[in-house]
């Protein structure tokens, strides 16, 4: 039995709206969406991926953002030109942060609620960073550290759950494993199910079976290492 010996089948974003126009019965075989088509289910279909990145942590689209820090200052914008450090805005920063000293050696971080750290005072204290806060913010996030570096040569590796990239072309690649193309698909469908005139009943079917798909998907992007928990004892200081 001869076998492709290939794993980097995907699809485009146009493939994807094709795809999704079928299973609403939109399209029918041999048919082509036309230019308005392709806009309008190319809008939905960056609405729908940009909700996903609140259901949780994909683990392709976790990345390290290194921030230089620097003698006496302790809030750092991240975002787009202009900003302390240019990046894509992180929905998240993750425990998994650390701070490297000037000796090379790994400082780990505990992150703080808002309201944790708003109540912690002086701000500016100098010494070794311990804590950090984040806030994700519209256009650029913010991170607040405690304390700040006396001397320079710090650097935060903030590791981040950055946002999906976005659909621009229809020749462009999916920013998903080829193991999420079933989720775009039916999920797309769902989506335009009532602007295609999809019958409630056949809806009903579309949306079971996208969150289906979704589902599975996200509880597969899970890291495999396992989880320990310890008890919190900052509110006994």
């Known amino acids: 039995m001869a076998v492709s010996g290939t794993t980097t ?65 302790y809030e750092y914008t991240i975002g787009p030109s202009g900003s302390d450090v240019t990046a894509d805005r992180p929905l998240k920063i993750l425990d998994s942060s650390f701070v490297r000293d000037p000796d090379g050696n790994d400082i780990s971080l505990r992150q703080l609620a808002r309201s944790d750290y708003n109540i912690r005072s002086p701000k500016g204290q100098a010494g070794v960073p311990v804590d950090f806060y984040y806030d994700p913010g519209r256009d650029y996030g913010t991170l607040y550290l405690l304390n700040v570096p006396a001397t320079a040569g710090y650097v935060f590796h903030a590791e981040t759950q950055r946002q999906f990239f976005d659909m621009v072309a229809g020749s462009d690649n999916f920013d998903f494993p080829a193991e999420w193309l079933l989720p775009l698909k039916w999920g797309l469908a769902a989506e335009m199910g009532l602007e295609d005139g999809v019958e409630l009943d056949k809806l009903d079917y579309i949306e079971r079976k996208s969150q289906a798909h979704l589902e599975a998907c996200f509880d597969f992007s899970v890291e495999e290492a396992s989880t320990y928990f310890t008890v919190d004892t900052q509110g006994m200081r």
Do not use: H
């Not at 939905?44 to 820090?69: D, H, Q, S, Y």
């Open 9 to 73: 089948f995907t699809l485009t974003r146009d493939e994807i709206l094709d795809a999704s126009a079928r299973v609403t019965g939109y399209l029918a075989a041999g048919e082509v969406l036309s230019a308005e088509d392709k806009t309008n289910r190319s809008q939905a279909l960056n609405i729908m991926v940009k909700n996903w990145a609140r259901k949780g942590l994909a683990l392709w689209v976790t990345t390290t953002v290194e921030i230089p820090l620097t003698v006496g200052v």
